[in-house]
């Protein structure tokens, strides 16, 4: 697999993936001299990562004790997706009709990548190839700037992911309900693409809210 451009980017990257996979725990310090040493890299681009994770609400710093993953809020969760439906119905919305074949293959690879990692119980590549599926939908719209700011909100939660999809039958309907938008997609049809991303949002958060509490 290639290495990310630069040594922090490569350091955010696998940063993120043991959050995501709970290698780094909420709640856990975050030990700068043992990660750098694992990861090969000095303490800058460390540092430099964990800024970006800080501004993403990722990890905290607090002064004399260091950086630490932050918790779980559910209340975090609830105000990050619904940003998420305000930005993503606009984007599926213009992007249902504009989709080529090209764009439909894009959604079909993400989405047989999400079902191997499914199969394999691999949360973290469930996770990178969820993205990609959802972010192949919405990026036919056009709409750079407003992506942007969901790749953002998407950043901040992917340890709320990890927690759902650590169940199987979640793993299962994420699924089920992949293979809905991918068909509302390919039919081009904007009123049941944006329906369905919305019931497929609220029922990770309803399911979260009974694993997350404030």
């Known amino acids: ?3 990310p451009p630069t040594t922090q980017e490569y350091v955010l990257d696998e940063l993120r993936k043991s959050i995501s996979a709970g290698e780094l725990a909420p709640g856990a310090p975050i030990r700068q001299d043992g990660i750098a040493q694992r990861l090969g890299v000095s303490r800058v681009p460390l540092r430099e990562a964990l800024k970006t994770l800080e501004a993403e609400g990722q990890v905290i710093y607090q002064p004399h004790r260091g950086y630490s993953v932050a918790e779980l809020s559910l209340s975090d969760l609830l105000e990050v997706y619904r940003m998420r439906e305000l930005l993503e119905s606009e984007a599926a919305r213009v992007a249902a009709g504009r989709f080529t074949d090209a764009d ?3 959604v079909t690879d993400a989405q047989q990548d999400v079902e191997k ?7 973290v590549a469930m996770i990178a190839a ?3 599926f959802h972010f192949a939908l919405l990026e036919p719209a056009g709409m750079p700037r407003l992506l942007r700011i969901v790749r953002t909100l998407w950043d901040t939660t992917d340890a709320y992911r990890a927690v759902y999809y650590n169940a199987e039958p979640n793993r299962a309907r994420v ?3 992949h293979a809905e938008i991918l068909a509302a997609a390919r039919d081009g049809d904007p009123d049941a693409l944006v329906r369905l991303l919305a019931q497929h949002r609220d029922h990770a958060v309803q399911d979260l809210r009974t694993t997350i509490a404030d």
């Not at 990692?117 to 949360?123: K, P, S, T």
């Open 1 to 3: 697999m290639r290495r």
């Open 104 to 106: 439909l293959t894009r």
């Open 117 to 123: 990692a499914a199969e394999q119980g691999d949360l």
């Open 130 to 132: 969820n993205r990609r």
């Open 175 to 177: 699924r089920a309900e």
